[in-house]
């Protein structure tokens, strides 16, 4: 749920729609926007030295 203190931190959100969880794993639009999120994720990321 979002409220006030954690929209902050959102930094994209993608609206999908029509298909229910399961099925989305099938869903050309929702494994790229999954892809596309671990990206950015990694490329933030901090190497350990």
Same mark, same amino acid.
């Given at each position: 749920? $979002? +409220? &006030?203190?954690? @929209? &902050?931190h959102?930094?994209q @959100? *993608?609206?999908? #729609?029509? *298909? !229910?969880?399961?099925?989305s794993y099938k869903?050309? +639009?929702a494994r $790229? #926007? +999954? $892809? *596309?999120?671990? @990206?950015?994720? =990694? =490329? !933030? #990321?901090?190497?350990m +030295?």
């Amino acid at each position: 749920m $979002l +409220t &006030a203190k954690n @929209q &902050a931190h959102i930094r994209q @959100q *993608f609206r999908l #729609a029509g *298909f !229910e969880h399961e099925p989305s794993y099938k869903n050309d +639009t929702a494994r $790229l #926007a +999954t $892809l *596309f999120s671990i @990206q950015k994720v =990694a =490329a !933030e #990321a901090k190497v350990m +030295t």
